[in-house]
Structures are given as C-alpha cells and as structure tokens.
C-alpha cells in the first residue's frame, strides 16, 4: 500500500480562500486552528513582500486572502 502524501486538508478544495489565521494558525481560537505554515505573522508577511510565500488577493480596502491553491503548491515546492 503505498501512502500518498497530501498536505491540503480534505475540507478545503483548490478554488478556497483562507485568511491569514488558517495559514499562520491560531492556538488560542476555540477551536485552535493548526498552523499550515509554522512562523510568526511579522515573518509570513515580510516573506510575502520578499517574494517568499505567495501574494495575497486583496477583497476590500483592509481585507487579504490567499489562494488555498497557492499555499498548497508553496508546500508542495518546500516537500511540506
């Protein structure tokens, strides 16, 4: 039997957006929310600028998300 390795989580699909909560996680949300990618927000979001991590979609004049498609190709490229 051989075993697939699948980051993305069975309740997201390629065409989801996910805040930056559900990236960087939450542990004092209830429930917490696991980190997809464990760093810091200062961090995540200078690697955005830095080209590092993907670029978000901008919803609204103080509202980003990101493609749950590029976040998973992004841990695809890293072997996560």
Do not use: C
């Not at 939450?26 to 810091?40: H, R, T």
């Not at 901008?58 to 992004?74: C, E, H, M, P, Q």
């Amino acid at each position: 039997m051989t075993k697939q390795s699948n980051p993305q989580p069975r309740h997201l699909n390629e065409l989801a957006l996910l805040r930056l909560a559900q990236i960087i996680g939450n542990p004092k949300a209830n429930p917490p929310i696991p980190a997809l990618i464990p760093v810091g927000r200062t961090t995540f979001l200078n690697g955005v600028k830095s080209g590092k991590y993907p670029k978000p979609l901008k919803l609204g004049a103080r509202s980003v998300a990101w493609r749950s498609a590029d976040i998973f190709n992004y841990l695809e490229s890293i072997g996560g």
